[in-house]
């Protein structure tokens, strides 16, 4: 009896090392076969092109997955602490979305070294040498909002001892971060002939002539020093028209030429209703300058409106650098149609500065231009 008694806890041992066995080869298959799977995916994702751009995939080991976790869960954690944020809200009637018309900085540049002007050449550890600091924090200010990027925002660098006008168009660019670095680094490759995306340079460029590509009209009896189109060296102009052929180089504002409206833009009526100029209809953008003889931008702000604004138009802000303007910029300013120079107070404010409250104005209420 005994010996029928070991002989069954025996076979009960033997049985269930056998299941072990079989479970840990299961699983042993299951994890080849995920490895296996791993490595096909790893395979197929690794250098495949999305655009102009290619994936890198590595296989993440199981300590580095479970701390990717725990950071994944931590971060959830302290956000369930948070207060709610407005940016985190569904938008309601009550809170409109902000004026979506096209808004153009121009931010005029002296005394830049002629080696960076030309060719690109900055010191990433020493960006006030050339204020390429300067420049960086005009494009952030212009182009960064919290959580997100002002899709509908250019900013020109004009450098005016170059003759060159560095563009950054806030619906095309990628990969930009709102550090000095970043921003420099990327300076630095436009000016250099080497753009990322949404950056480009035109060439042989003046204030004058930038803004007439913007689709600035001249005032009536304004004499322009270029010709309604200019050729030079391969650069073509076309004021009317907004388009800028240089080197591969294509800018089109939509802009169409033609008499249009004397003078510019008419006053009367808020932008996106009817009664508003012919000009404004055409696409023509407002000019507003930031300077210290002009009017005071507060005094001049209207009632916010409380519904979205549907045909909000484009506008063209110029701004001068920690120099200002020189005899000519204030004379090809002069010559637009339609220019208004507004201050923003006494007190000197850094461009960068400007900016922001520019923006701050077009997002919240309606300039009486």
């Known amino acids: 009896e005994s010996e029928a008694v070991a002989a069954e806890s025996e076979a009960a041992e033997s049985e269930a090392v056998a299941a072990e066995s079989e479970a840990v ?27 102009d751009r290619y994936l890198e995939a590595t296989i993440m080991s199981a300590r580095e997955a479970r701390q990717l976790v725990r950071r994944s869960d931590d971060a959830f954690a302290r956000a369930l602490q948070r207060a709610p944020q407005a940016f ?40 006030p040498a050339g204020r390429a600091d300067l420049l960086a924090r005009c494009v952030a200010s212009a182009l960064f909002q919290s959580h997100g990027v002002r899709r509908q925002t250019r900013v020109w660098l004009l450098l005016t001892e170059a003759r060159r006008a ?3 168009d806030g619906t095309l660019v990628r990969g930009l971060r709102p550090d000095e670095r970043c921003i420099a ?10 753009p ?14 930038l803004l ?27 004021d009317g028209g907004g388009t800028v052929n240089n080197g591969g180089i294509v800018a089109n504002d939509g802009v169409k030429g033609g008499d249009g409206v004397q003078g510019g833009m008419q ?25 210290e003889d002009g009017e005071a931008a507060m005094a001049m702000v209207a009632t916010v409106q409380q519904t979205p604004i549907l045909r909000a138009p ?7 650098d920690h120099l200002g303007f020189t005899q000519a910029e204030e004379e090809a300013l002069a010559r637009c149609a339609g220019c208004q120079k507004l201050s923003l107070g006494p007190v000197p404010l850094l461009t960068s500065q400007c900016v922001v409250i520019v923006h701050w104005l077009l997002d919240n209420a309606h300039l009486k231009l």
Do not use: Y
């Open 88 to 127: 985190s809200k569904v938008r309601t009637e009550k809170a409109p979305l902000p004026a979506s018309g096209q808004r153009d900085f121009v931010v005029t540049v002296h005394e830049m070294p002629e080696a960076m002007a030309t060719r690109g050449k900055l010191q990433l550890s020493d960006l």
């Open 212 to 238: 007439g590509v913007l689709g600035v009209k001249q005032a009536a009896g304004a004499v322009n020093e270029d010709e309604r189109s200019v050729h030079d060296g391969g650069s073509t102009v076309d």
């Open 314 to 320: 484009p506008t063209v802000t110029v701004l001068g």
């Open 267 to 291: 006053r009367g009526g808020a932008p996106g209703e009817e009664g508003e100029g012919a000009d404004r209809e055409h696409g023509a953008p407002r000019l507003l300058v930031m300077h």
């Open 166 to 168: 560095l563009c950054c």
């Open 196 to 209: 990322l995306a949404g950056w480009s340079v035109l060439e042989d460029m003046e204030l004058g002539k």
């Open 25 to 51: 080869a299961a699983e042993s298959e299951a994890v080849l076969a995920a490895a296996a799977l791993h490595m096909h995916l790893q395979q197929v994702l690794h250098g495949a092109m999305v655009g």
């Open 185 to 194: 680094a990327a300076i630095g490759r436009a000016l250099s002939g080497w």
